[in-house]
């Protein structure tokens, strides 16, 4: 019995030829031509022998691309690339067969460049779905067994292993430990669990076992909503009119126009057709797509990797910039930043033995004071008796002091000497130091501004003309807030979790042309619906996915490299447009006239193209200055 291919194999193959066709057309265009010379000055065959490679591209690689230009017709559609297909049509009817090949390649070539640069929607998904696990561990009976996601129920038991992905929403039943949920919520800082706690589906576990019961099933779970949200916005992605696409729109209808106009006005055909191949566009076809890939080039030894060319194209028009907070603005690490020292206590002694005890913590505040330690050049004590205690914070015996440090909740409760001295609740995380039973101090911790973030900030409104400078966060109103007056934004959004962040991203870029720049988890929805989205770092593959650039070492300077980039390639590719379609349009007037015939109107256009190609080469090479702010 014979094996047959399913058919719908066979349709989702033919599906991916189709959606893959320019790539194919442009490697049938480039092989035609090459054995189409070889036969004719290699072998010097007759015209019917060499001239086969070419008929086989036009009829092969020309028909798709002249269906496609037709159904653009029909809807009215005129860019650029529906001149060159005038052209392939015109060059059949002169009998240029090697010009037309040639413009389908150059058709092809720019099609398959901006399907290959763009399409990356379901990489973000499979991105997705690789992070989240497959199976979660759940507990009967006394035994632990592996059972899919889609089996967990609401009220099962679950064990969650060090290091695991929580794979639903639930809550901790048993164990204590700390998870970080910084992915998700924009929270720098791992979060401890005790029982009672929540936990969130896509969470990293810490270094200890969890027993949660589970409250959501995992399709109703935070990730499942993120993943959710995020297919949402990619359906909805704006669409974006290429800067070729714009020029063509006006330029298309003049160069039919000049070559009807040549065509009445003598009644002679050839004028019409010498007209058409002299304004073949491809100063449009080819030379902005080689700016663009100059400046892909530079951007990626700048440390930018552009995974989507609209972001060049489109980055210098936004007037909307949306920043997420942790990680972007911010190292994403705590930083102590305020000590406040209680009566009769030295800030310096206190603070050596604080350290001297925190270098045995693992608590995520503990790295924050030892480097605040170390920048004051205070030297660590020997420390005994190391303790963490349940609802004590940590303990321990330092040069003979008891040294406690602890939540204010804890020293409230225990009811130490001195809680006169409290200061205020403010923003932030805190920690209350305790030196022999008495309240010593306050050590309070911000997520601390970059070093550039100011002077960035500051100028983007005077030198690259954007009109609002919004920050968005999942994090708390009151450190929101603290950043913001830091760094110097006045529009603030707090406490946003990703729908939210999403529907002010959309609404934003409904108004107006949006740049959104971001670096977790949270942000990927709304990088995609900004008009470019751009992620920092590399904290997330999911992201970094979904962003149409990725600034590889998350400093803010190389954000302004982009938009600088984005600026010189728009100014070199409009040079090299412009002026192609100048010295076109000089060309049509002299073959309008009938002193360029169509075959030398082809040559012609072609000198044009090298001029226009050879310029679009500049954005390739580094500029002396590629920034405009104090670093």
């Known amino acids: 019995m014979r094996h047959q291919l399913p058919s719908s194999h066979f349709l989702e193959r033919m599906n991916y030829i189709w959606r893959r066709k320019t790539v194919f057309i442009a490697v049938l265009s480039i092989a035609a031509i090459a054995l189409h010379l070889v036969l004719r000055f290699g072998f010097h065959t007759g015209r019917n022998i060499h001239e086969i490679p070419l008929w086989t591209a036009l009829?092969?690689?020309?028909?798709?691309?002249?269906?496609?230009?037709?159904?653009?017709?029909?809807?009215?559609?005129?860019?650029?690339?529906?001149?060159?297909?005038?052209?392939?049509?015109?060059?059949?009817?002169?009998?240029?067969?090697?010009?037309?090949?040639?413009?389908?390649?150059?058709?092809?070539?720019?099609?398959?460049?901006?399907?290959?640069?763009?399409?990356?929607?379901?990489?973000?998904?499979?991105?997705?779905?690789?992070?989240?696990?497959?199976?979660?561990?759940?507990?009967?009976?006394?035994?632990?067994?592996?059972?899919?996601?889609?089996?967990?129920?609401?009220?099962?038991?679950?064990?969650?292993?060090?290091?695991?992905?929580?794979p639903v929403d639930g809550l901790v039943i048993e164990g204590h430990g700390e998870m970080d949920e910084s992915f998700l919520t924009g929270e720098p800082f791992k979060i401890e669990k005790a029982p009672g706690s929540m936990v969130i589906s896509g969470a990293i576990n810490g270094d200890s076992a969890l027993t949660i019961r589970a409250i959501k099933r995992a399709v109703d779970s935070r990730y499942a909503k993120i993943m959710e949200?995020?297919?949402?916005?990619?359906?909805?992605?704006?669409?974006?009119?290429?800067?070729?696409?714009?020029?063509?729109?006006?330029?298309?209808?003049?160069?039919?126009?000049?070559?009807?106009?040549?065509?009445?006005?003598?009644?002679?055909?050839?004028?019409?057709?010498?007209?058409?191949?002299?304004?073949?566009?491809?100063?449009?076809?080819?030379?902005?797509?080689?700016?663009?890939?100059?400046?892909?080039?530079?951007?990626?030894?700048?440390?930018?990797?552009?995974?989507?060319?609209?972001?060049?194209?489109?980055?210098?028009?936004?007037?909307?910039?949306?920043?997420?907070?942790?990680?972007?603005?911010?190292?994403?690490?705590?930083?102590?930043?305020?000590?406040?020292?209680?009566?009769?206590?030295s800030p310096t002694e206190v603070l050596a033995l604080a350290a001297s005890l925190e270098r045995y913590s693992k608590h995520p505040l503990a790295s924050a004071v030892l480097a605040a330690a170390k920048k004051a050049g205070v030297r660590q004590l020997e420390a005994a008796e190391i303790s963490e205690p349940p609802g004590q914070g940590l303990r321990?015996?330092?040069?003979?002091?008891?040294?406690?440090?602890?939540?204010?909740?804890?020293?409230?409760?225990?009811?130490?000497?001195?809680?006169?001295?409290?200061?205020?609740?403010?923003?932030?995380?805190?920690?209350?130091?305790?030196?022999?039973?008495?309240?010593?101090?306050?050590?309070?911790?911000?997520?601390?501004?970059?070093?550039?973030?100011?002077?960035?900030?500051?100028?983007?409104?005077?030198?690259?003309?954007?009109?609002?400078?919004?920050?968005?966060?999942?994090?708390?109103?009151?450190?929101?807030?603290?950043?913001?007056?830091?760094?110097?934004?006045?529009?603030?959004?707090?406490?946003?979790?990703?729908?939210?962040?999403?529907?002010?991203?959309?609404?934003?870029?409904?108004?107006?042309?949006?740049?959104?720049?971001?670096?977790?988890?949270n942000d990927a929805p709304a990088i995609m619906a900004a008009t470019v989205g751009v992620a920092i770092g590399q904290n997330s593959d999911i992201t970094a996915e979904a962003a149409g650039a990725v600034i590889m070492e998350g400093a803010l300077k190389r954000v302004d490299e982009l938009m600088h980039i984005s600026h010189r390639m728009r100014t070199i590719a409009l040079q090299s447009a412009m002026g192609g379609m100048a010295l076109s349009v000089i060309g049509m007037i002299f073959a309008g006239m009938g002193y360029l015939v169509p075959v030398e109107g082809a040559i012609v256009q072609e000198i044009i193209d090298v001029l226009a190609v050879l310029n679009a080469l500049r954005a390739a090479w580094r500029p002396k200055q590629l920034t405009d702010f104090d670093t």
């Not at 009220?155 to 290091?163: G, R, V």
């Not at 797509?289 to 995974?307: D, N, T, W």
């Open 396 to 521: 321990g015996t330092v040069s003979g002091h008891q040294v406690q440090i602890t939540s204010r909740g804890k020293l409230v409760r225990q009811k130490v000497a001195g809680p006169e001295h409290l200061p205020g609740i403010t923003s932030g995380l805190e920690c209350m130091v305790v030196i022999d039973g008495t309240y010593a101090a306050t050590f309070r911790f911000h997520d601390a501004p970059r070093e550039e973030s100011v002077s960035f900030i500051g100028h983007l409104a005077p030198k690259h003309h954007f009109k609002r400078i919004m920050l968005l966060s999942g994090d708390r109103k009151s450190e929101v807030e603290y950043l913001a007056k830091e760094v110097g934004i006045t529009e603030i959004h707090a406490e946003k979790n990703p729908e939210e962040k999403l529907a002010i991203v959309r609404g934003e870029t409904a108004l107006a042309k949006t740049l959104y720049v971001g670096d977790g988890i």
């Open 229 to 345: 949200v995020m297919r949402s916005s990619e359906e909805n992605r704006p669409r974006m009119r290429r800067l070729g696409d714009q020029l063509g729109a006006f330029y298309t209808p003049f160069a039919i126009a000049v070559a009807l106009v040549a065509w009445f006005s003598t009644g002679e055909v050839v004028r019409f057709l010498a007209v058409l191949v002299v304004a073949t566009p491809c100063p449009l076809i080819i030379a902005i797509p080689v700016a663009i890939i100059g400046s892909i080039s530079l951007c990626a030894r700048r440390g930018i990797i552009i995974k989507n060319p609209v972001v060049l194209e489109q980055i210098q028009r936004c007037r909307v910039v949306i920043f997420d907070k942790t990680g972007t603005l911010t190292y994403g690490e705590p930083k102590l930043t305020e000590q406040m020292t209680a009566p009769g206590f």
């Open 59 to 166: 009829v092969l690689g020309g028909l798709p691309l002249l269906y496609e230009l037709g159904k653009k017709l029909l809807n009215r559609e005129f860019g650029s690339d529906l001149l060159a297909g005038i052209s392939i049509v015109t060059s059949i009817v002169l009998g240029e067969y090697l010009a037309g090949t040639l413009v389908v390649l150059m058709l092809s070539g720019g099609e398959a460049l901006e399907n290959y640069a763009v399409q990356s929607a379901s990489s973000v998904l499979r991105a997705l779905a690789k992070r989240m696990p497959s199976v979660a561990h759940r507990k009967s009976n006394g035994k632990v067994v592996d059972v899919k996601l889609d089996e967990v129920s609401v009220e099962d038991t679950l064990i969650l292993f060090p290091h695991d992905i929580c």
